[in-house]
Each structure stands twice: as structure tokens, then as C-alpha cells.
């Protein structure tokens, strides 16, 4: 993938909960893991949307980043405020080290 396609930047955060010493009452913050990350932001073109309804699914495109470790479905992505959840994380086709692309669906993640 070109570096000229990651021309947008994304936070990737995930939930962290802290416990209240007084009470024991567990409140939970998304907190950056990978800040600045470059990327590319695709929504489905309309093939892809229409193989999506028909299977029920929320995605509403893809983002694709460098390859790195440590990344799980249970986090989310910030883009200007705009929150996306990952379906998962895939690896590229032909080394699965380059990139990963994340099929994404649209919303505020609570968690």
C-alpha cells in the first residue's frame, strides 16, 4: 500500500476501567493506545454494501493501517471525533505483515 493512500490520522483507543477507592465503584474511559496512527478511510462502495445488507451487517467500510501488534476487535477508532468499531483486524493478503484492514461499523462503542 502507498504511503499517499494513509492520508487520514486515527486514534486507536481502548477501554480501561479504574476502581474508586472510597466506594469500589468501577468507572470505565477509552484511552489511547496507538495515537496518530496514518490511515486510509474507505466506505463501501456500493457492491459491498448491498453483499452487507444481505447478511444483516452494520459494516459501513474499512481502514486500513501498518501492520502492528497488540490490536483487538474489543477496541475502537477515533477519527475526529467520529468513532468506528472494528469487525477485527485483517492481515494483507500476501506477506500478512504489511497492513491490516479493519471492516468497520459506525457508532459509539460503550464497551
Given at each position: 500500500?502507498k504511503a ?9 483507543e481502548e ?5 474508586d477507592?472510597?466506594?469500589?465503584e ?12 496514518p ?5 463501501l ?5 448491498i453483499?452487507a445488507?444481505?447478511?444483516?451487517s452494520?459494516i459501513?467500510?474499512?481502514i ?5 501488534d497488540?490490536?483487538?476487535p ?7 471525533g467520529?468513532?468506528?468499531n472494528?469487525?477485527g483486524?485483517?492481515?494483507?493478503k500476501?506477506s500478512g ?9 459506525l457508532?459509539?462503542?460503550?464497551g
Amino acid at each position: 500500500m502507498k504511503a499517499g493512500k494513509l492520508r487520514h490520522r486515527i486514534d486507536i483507543e481502548e477501554r480501561q476501567g479504574t476502581q474508586d477507592t472510597t466506594t469500589g465503584e468501577i468507572t470505565y474511559t477509552w484511552v489511547p493506545v496507538f495515537e496518530d496512527v496514518p490511515a486510509a478511510i474507505e466506505p463501501l462502495s456500493a457492491r459491498d454494501f448491498i453483499a452487507a445488507r444481505a447478511v444483516q451487517s452494520e459494516i459501513v467500510g474499512r481502514i486500513t493501517i501498518r501492520y502492528r501488534d497488540g490490536l483487538e476487535p474489543a477496541m475502537r477508532i477515533n477519527h475526529n471525533g467520529k468513532i468506528y468499531n472494528p469487525a477485527g483486524w485483517l492481515p494483507d493478503k500476501d506477506s500478512g505483515i504489511v497492513y491490516l484492514t479493519a471492516p468497520v461499523s459506525l457508532g459509539v462503542n460503550e464497551g
